[in-house]
């Protein structure tokens, strides 16, 4: 259960990796940019792996109750994860974005 939140968002984390790998069209594909989304993907995954073990980890399971049950609230073992990695992933393909402009933007 650990990994189900990253595990349901992995096609989404999948489709917006390969969007920032492929767009603009209007950058040049050198070996060193190619080089550096490579990078930057690697690190948001790692970030988004990570945000999210730690998001799993800081929600409270709610006490049992007489019969052995949970009462409601589990949910956000699963929800917390997912935000946390979307929101690490995000943040550092936003950074990777911002920095691969400045890098290889052409002068017009």
């Not at 492929?22 to 988004?48: I, M, Q, V």
């Not at 073992?77 to 052409?106: I, M, S, T």
Request: net charge positive; proline share 6%.
């Amino acid at each position: 259960m650990r990994y189900l939140a990253l595990l349901l968002l992995a096609p989404w984390l999948l489709i917006l990796g390969w969007a920032y790998a492929n767009y603009p069209k209007s950058l040049p594909r050198t070996a060193a940019r190619r080089g550096f989304d490579a990078a930057a993907l690697l690190l948001a995954f790692t970030a988004a792996i990570y945000a999210g073990l730690q998001g799993f980890d800081a929600v409270p399971l709610p006490l049992l109750d007489e019969a052995g049950r949970r009462a409601s609230g589990a949910i956000w073992q699963q929800v917390l994860p997912a935000l946390c990695g979307y929101g690490a992933f995000a943040g550092v393909l936003a950074l990777a974005l911002l920095l691969r402009r400045l890098l290889w933007h052409r002068a017009r």
